[in-house]
């Protein structure tokens, strides 16, 4: 799997894109890791199942981590939104649970949908301190 340190294009898309569409690459990698997950955990794939949820935590970590309340004082809703999201993650993987690995899907695609929208908009808030 091509990572930005293995690819040139990746690295160099990632390191010139506006915080807004960070953001959304963030949601985007996201969004796969949990279909791999859930389809990796209903065929007992554990390896494959582990390395998705793993990486999908690791995402959601640096959502929490950049999600700036000051800014944004709503955004305390979003992070207990993505507090909520480690957290079943890391028993999904444990458990290798697919339903609560697709639960954590539903609730990042609206998420996912909104950012999406906002950054094809305009650039959205800087609500995330992605890019600086």
Excluded at 109 to 114: E, I, N, Q, R, V
Aim: proline content about 5%.
């Amino acid at each position: 799997m091509a990572t930005a340190r293995t690819n040139p294009y990746l690295r160099d898309s990632v390191g010139t894109a506006s915080p807004g569409r960070l953001l959304v690459m963030l949601y985007d990698r996201l969004a796969l890791d949990l279909d791999r997950a859930t389809a990796a955990c209903e065929r007992g794939v554990v390896e494959t199942a582990h390395e998705a949820l793993v990486h999908a935590q690791e995402i959601v970590a640096e959502l929490h981590a950049t999600l700036d309340v000051d800014t944004w004082p709503a955004a305390q809703n979003l992070r207990s939104v993505y507090e909520f999201l480690i957290e079943e993650l890391s028993v999904a993987n444990v458990e290798k649970d697919a339903a609560r690995v697709a639960a954590c899907r539903r609730i990042v695609a609206p998420l996912h949908a909104a950012w999406r929208e906002a950054a094809g908009i305009v650039d959205p808030p800087a609500v995330h301190r992605l890019g600086a």
